[in-house]
């Protein structure tokens, strides 16, 4: 039997098959899912009392009874009768070709027809049903919002609804990414060399401005430092400073063309003027011009031995050191300088092997420069190998660290000279050599050559090495109390000149407080020496006011001079770093002529410190002083550009 119930959404009466009971289905009028349940339904009992007004319709229209059963399947008394088909309501449309509104039949709904006007096959719409709303299935929507509008082409979309631009309106728009052929090869290939072009020509370009700026400025400086040796009342002391920049520099820049041995001529010409200027001065019997020509001559041989000049040109310096009292201080002096100047430790090794031979060769310069050119091992026998000089070098190498040069050299000639020791004396005069000859075998780790060392051997020994707490323990012991005021200053000089070169800065202030003990007891010769190097300590300890008492207590005027050039020294030898020059105010105290190496020597230190302060410094000299300075930085910028 068919099975009759009620939509749950809209309340109308539904009938439905039997074999659909338990199944979900869609209501026809409200178009919601509804679910037939899985009995039939049963028409409610009607009151006995009330009339049938079904019945009574049915029979009003002839309908009743069996006739009822066989046209419908209208249920009377509980059975289920069909409700009559709806007869279709005509459907009025409008001709979409010719707008000619005309009527169709409502069974042709969804289907096609001619229009009556021009003939033209046109679609009948689907009359939409219109059945009572249900609140609970209206759309999450505004009210007011126009719905089932039909979309514009390209428009935006609203707040409501999003949307999309068509292709149409972009493009007209001009937004649309524009999609490109992939490269080939030969344009991938044609575009990595237009790059790698532009960056050899960036390269090129900049290369040349930094070389044309830096020639401009090297030829400046050089016509600077040339102008200030035109001049006919020029001081020796400056001419040798200027000329020892300019032969360094000349050594570095001139074109091998004209290069004798790789030693360039206008190098040896610079060197050459350098040390008359310093014979000039060395001829003066003042004290002031005798300590300028000695420090401008220590100048000379480092930089000459360094540069790599000749052996004429060394021994010409070594022959005028010689002449010098106490030429052992300044061959050190030489030494330490070397070790200063010197960029790397095998140029330092060679500027020292260059050295030793002129000093092992005093007086000799053919033998010297065919010594060194040949490489022998066994020179003319005439010839006096391993000199005193060279002994005291030797030694002086050691303690600077400088072994290899030391130690090679001393191979190179040591067979000779024990030859000879063995002839003339025999051999045990090898356990009895010279002084110097013991130090340098002990420094060097020949025990078996040295022989025995007495307690001054023993402190230097100890000192050179670097072992200065031994050495003060052994002064302590063997002198203090028992030598003599100059026996302990001999000991006490050579610890503090270890103590400086080591930069045992601590050790100082012990050998400061001696060294005031001992000098009341000191004969007067000695009161430049020991004010000399009570400066040295005061000024690497740092003492301002000590310096500052010393320098008021002096009353003559070279002493006081002599004060200012040891306390400027010990602050290049302490400080690594930039030393700013309007700190030392000793430099507005010196002659123009005494200025002038220290500020040799403060350009050298500075312009290896920090270039670029060092040039800003440049720029604010004046006169002498800006030819000396600029000079050097002339030098130091040649040895810093490969030829």
């Not at 403060?602 to 060092?614: F, L």
Request: proline letters at 5%.
């Amino acid at each position: 039997m068919p099975i009759r119930f009620t939509c749950s959404h809209c309340s109308r009466q539904l009938t439905v098959r039997d074999e659909l009971a338990g199944k979900h289905g869609r209501c026809p009028y409200c178009k919601g899912v509804v679910l037939v349940p899985a009995t039939r339904a049963v028409a409610p009992l009607r009151d006995s009392k009330k009339p049938d007004l079904e019945s009574l319709a049915l029979a009003a229209l002839g309908l009743a009874g069996g006739e009822a059963k066989k046209t419908g399947e209208t249920v009377v008394a509980g059975e289920t009768v069909a409700a009559p088909a709806p007869t279709a309501v005509p459907i009025k449309m409008t001709c979409s070709w010719c707008d000619h509104e005309f009527e169709v039949e409502g069974t042709l709904a969804g289907k096609q027809t001619p229009c009556p006007e021009c003939r033209r096959i046109v679609r009948v719409p689907v009359p939409q049903a219109q059945s009572p709303r249900d609140w609970r299935q209206m759309a999450l929507r505004p009210a007011a919002a126009a719905l089932n509008q039909p979309r514009l082409e390209g428009e935006w979309g609203t707040a409501t609804a999003r949307s999309y631009v068509s292709a149409e309106a972009l493009e007209e728009a001009q937004v649309l990414p524009v999609e490109r052929e992939p490269l080939t090869p030969g344009q991938w290939a044609l575009r990595i060399g237009l790059v790698i072009s532009a960056l050899v020509i960036a390269y090129v370009s900049y290369r040349w401005y930094t070389s044309y700026h830096i020639e401009n400025r090297r030829h400046f400086w050089l016509t600077e430092a040339q102008a200030a040796l035109q001049n006919e009342r020029v001081a020796p002391e400056l001419a040798a400073c200027v000329r020892l920049a300019l032969m360094r520099y000349w050594q570095r820049t001139e074109v091998d063309a004209n290069r004798v041995r790789r030693v360039s001529r206008l190098a040896r010409q610079e060197a050459g003027q350098a040390l008359q200027a310093i014979r000039q001065l060395a001829t003066q019997q003042d004290w002031s011009s005798q300590g300028l020509a000695r420090d401008l001559l220590v100048e000379y041989l480092a930089q000459c031995s360094t540069a790599g000049l000749l052996p004429e040109d060394i021994q010409a310096g070594v022959q005028l050191l010689h002449r010098f009292p106490q030429h052992d201080a300044l061959i050190r002096r030489v030494v330490q300088r070397i070790t200063q100047l010197a960029d790397s430790p095998e140029e330092r090794n060679v500027a020292l092997q260059r050295l030793l031979h002129n000093l092992a060769y005093q007086g000799s310069p053919a033998s010297a420069r065919s010594a060194e050119n040949k490489g022998q091992a066994n020179p003319p026998v005439e010839e006096n190998p391993i000199s005193e000089s060279c002994l005291v070098a030797l030694a002086e190498c050691a303690t600077l660290g400088a072994t290899e040069a030391a130690e090679g050299f001393r191979q190179r000639f040591e067979a000779l000279r024990s030859k000879q020791l063995d002839q003339s004396v025999g051999a045990a005069t090898s356990l009895n050599l010279e002084p110097n000859r013991r130090l340098v075998f002990h420094l060097l780790k020949v025990e078996s050559r040295g022989g025995s060392l007495s307690v001054l051997e023993e402190i230097e020994l100890l000192s050179r090495n670097g072992q200065l707490q031994d050495a003060w323990k052994r002064y302590e012991k063997e002198l203090v109390g028992v030598a003599g005021a100059v026996e302990r200053w001999q000991a006490l000089r050579l610890m503090v000149e270890c103590a400086l070169l080591h930069h045992e800065w601590s050790f100082l202030e012990t050998l400061l407080k001696e060294l005031d003990g001992i000098a009341p007891s000191l004969p007067p010769q000695w009161s430049t020496d020991v004010l000399t190097c009570r400066m040295r300590l005061v000024t690497a300890l740092g003492h301002e006011e000590r310096i500052s008492e010393m320098l008021e207590r002096v009353n003559q005027t070279e002493l006081r001079r002599a004060l200012l050039r040891a306390h400027a020294e010990t602050l290049l030898l302490r400080k690594s770093e930039y030393l700013p020059p309007e700190s030392l105010l000793l430099l507005a105290e010196l002659s123009e002529r005494e200025r002038a190496y220290l500020l040799k020597r403060i350009a050298w230190h500075n312009v290896r410190a920090d270039r670029d302060r060092t040039l800003g410094w440049l720029r604010s000299l004046t006169g002498a002083d800006r030819a000396v300075v600029a000079a050097v930085v002339l030098a130091h910028e040649a040895a810093q550009t490969p030829r």
